[in-house]
């Protein structure tokens, strides 16, 4: 089972882009996914989160800019990010608890990073 990031890429301030993050293997469902930053010389953040419940929690540096979703059918997550900042340049990652089966007990996992870099 592995988790795949994607969609990073070079944006100007102002524009969009959107991440997804894409489990292979034997996956029932994703139950929590969250997206993580981390900037050069900076702690790895917590910028958003979504549960099995379907409620969402956003750093507030992101809070009205960032979406996260979770589409079970694709087994991906996703994060939309617009109205892009330079500081919101860092490498994002993607963490989710998943089960393997309906019953099966679930586990955590990392998927590589994107890296997003915003230009003024």
């Known amino acids: 089972v592995q988790l795949q990031a994607s969609g990073g890429g070079l944006v100007q301030a102002g524009g969009s882009l959107r991440l997804s993050c894409a489990a292979s293997?034997?996956?029932?469902?994703?139950?929590?996914m969250g997206w993580y930053r981390q900037a050069p010389g900076k702690q790895r953040e917590l910028v958003a989160t979504?549960?099995?419940?379907?409620?969402?929690n956003y750093a507030d540096s992101v809070k009205g800019r960032f979406t996260i979703s979770i589409d079970n059918a694709k087994k991906t997550g996703y994060l939309q990010m617009i109205r892009l900042k330079p500081e919101d340049t860092a490498v994002y990652y993607c963490?989710?608890?998943?089960?393997?089966?309906?019953?099966?007990?679930?586990?955590?996992?990392w998927g590589q990073g994107t890296l997003v870099t915003v230009s003024s």
């Open positions: 293997g034997i996956i029932f469902s994703i139950n929590d």
């Open positions: 979504m549960f099995s419940d379907g409620n969402t």
């Open positions: 963490n989710a608890d998943m089960r393997r089966s309906r019953w099966g007990p679930q586990s955590n996992y």
